[in-house]
Each structure stands twice: as structure tokens, then as C-alpha cells.
């Protein structure tokens, strides 16, 4: 009886854990973006920043002529020993022709046979196994390609950015596409961007803002067993290891 509590106490606290949302921020500013994402309130967290700015392509001149510079080194090295070795090679060989020659022919039909059949034995089990265009052509005849996207739609609308901020100053320089740009984003964004300054003169972009979503890994992992569970994927797997298309 103790294990069977012990068992159901550890059960219902993975399954607890399993409740709690595994939330992110994707924070933006010019030529810089920060992802950052965290589980159990923060205490387990990690996070990744890019940077595009075009001082880093600057720096990054350099670094790569030199790098050039050291190629052109180590292939003008190598081309100088192979001229080098090349011509003592044919000595070389004709000195192991002579000694298999006096060795005599006896290992050379061994070898011969040795090789055909360890040859035949991946072409045999590879033969077991259909293409992947048949697998691919499998796929969407039974329905698994539509069950995947859908599982994927799925994800993306459970764990799509509910809260966006946007700010800073923004324009295309010209004034009606300013305008469209702007009806977008009152569309898709009517709360976020209310703080957005529109430039319909110049040419401006200093937007700066964040966007937060969240997940919740059961749901995700209902999502995704409830794919791998289903008639199609069973009859992929089925047609994956060999077997007929009836699964």
C-alpha cells in the first residue's frame, strides 16, 4: 500500500507541474532582439539575445580576410608537398607491385569475395524499408500530413503572443504606405499599438517593445501523444518498418 501512495502522491505532482505555464517574452529594439522564457515563476529560466546591428558586420571584415589569407597559406603548402611527393611515387608503387608479385595471387581472390558481400548485406536491408517519397506519398494519402498540421495549428494557437507593446517612431517615407502599414497594425494589433508615433515624411524606424506568451506543457503534450496515438501514424509507422499500405 505504501508503494501504491507513494506512487499516485508522485503521479499527482508530476501532473501539477504539468499545469504550470511555461511563459516568454520576446523583447525588441532596433537591431536587437531578446528571447527569454522561464518555467515554475522564474526559477528555471534561460534566454538568448540577437543583435543585427551593422557594427558587427564591420568588425567581422577583418576577421574573415584573414582567414582567407590563411587558406590560400596551408593550399599553396599542400600543392608544394604533393609536387614534392609526387615524384617518388612511382617507385614507390612499382616496388609494391613487385613484392605482391613474388608474394604471388592467392589473397587477392579472398579479398575479391569478401568484398561483394559485405556490400550485399546494407543493400539487402535497405530494401526492407520504402523510399522517402514513398513514405512522403504515404503520408498524405493517409491523412498523417493533415493530422500534423493540424497538431501544429494547434500549438500555435494555444501558445501564440497574447499581449504585445509596441513604442518609438515609425515611417516608410512615404506617406500612403505609411498609411496602409499603419492600418495594419491597428488591425492586428490594436492594443499595442496605440503608443506608436507615425512618420508619414521621413524615414524613421525606433520601435522598441516586447510580446508575451505562454504555454502549458500537458495541453502540449496531449497535443503531440494524441498525434503520435492516431490511426495514421500507427499505419505510417506500420508502412515505415515494411510493412504493405493497409497497414
Known amino acids: 500500500m505504501i508503494f501504491v501512495y507513494g506512487t499516485a502522491i508522485f503521479l499527482a505532482f508530476i501532473f501539477l507541474l504539468l499545469l504550470v505555464p511555461l511563459s516568454y517574452t520576446l523583447s525588441f529594439e532596433t537591431w536587437k532582439l531578446d528571447i527569454k522564457a522561464g518555467w515554475l515563476w522564474g526559477l528555471i529560466s534561460k534566454g538568448q539575445t540577437f543583435s543585427f546591428s551593422k557594427a558587427e558586420d564591420e568588425i567581422g571584415e577583418p576577421v574573415e580576410d584573414e582567414a582567407l589569407a590563411e587558406l590560400d597559406e596551408t593550399l599553396d603548402a599542400w600543392e608544394e608537398t604533393m609536387a614534392a611527393g609526387g615524384k617518388g611515387e612511382a617507385p614507390a608503387e612499382d616496388g609494391k607491385k613487385e613484392e605482391i608479385r613474388e608474394i604471388g595471387t592467392p589473397p587477392s581472390p579472398v579479398q575479391e569475395e569478401e568484398k561483394p558481400l559485405e556490400k550485399e548485406e546494407p ?92 504555454l502549458i506543457p500537458l495541453y502540449v503534450l496531449y497535443i503531440l501523444l494524441k498525434l503520435a496515438l492516431s490511426k495514421p501514424a500507427r499505419e505510417f509507422w506500420h508502412f515505415r518498418q515494411g510493412g504493405n499500405d493497409n497497414g
Open 123 to 214: 543493400a539487402a536491408h535497405e530494401k526492407s524499408r520504402p523510399s522517402y517519397l514513398a513514405q512522403l506519398f504515404f503520408a498524405l494519402d493517409s491523412g498523417l500530413a493533415a493530422r500534423c498540421f493540424q497538431a501544429a495549428g494547434s500549438l500555435i494557437s494555444h501558445g501564440f503572443i497574447r499581449k504585445w507593446h509596441v513604442e518609438g517612431g515609425l515611417g516608410l517615407g512615404d506617406p500612403m504606405h505609411t498609411g496602409i502599414l499603419c492600418g495594419l497594425f491597428y488591425a492586428f494589433l490594436p492594443g499595442g499599438a496605440e503608443e506608436i508615433s507615425w512618420n508619414y515624411v521621413d524615414k524613421e524606424c525606433t520601435l522598441s517593445g516586447y510580446g508575451r506568451g505562454r
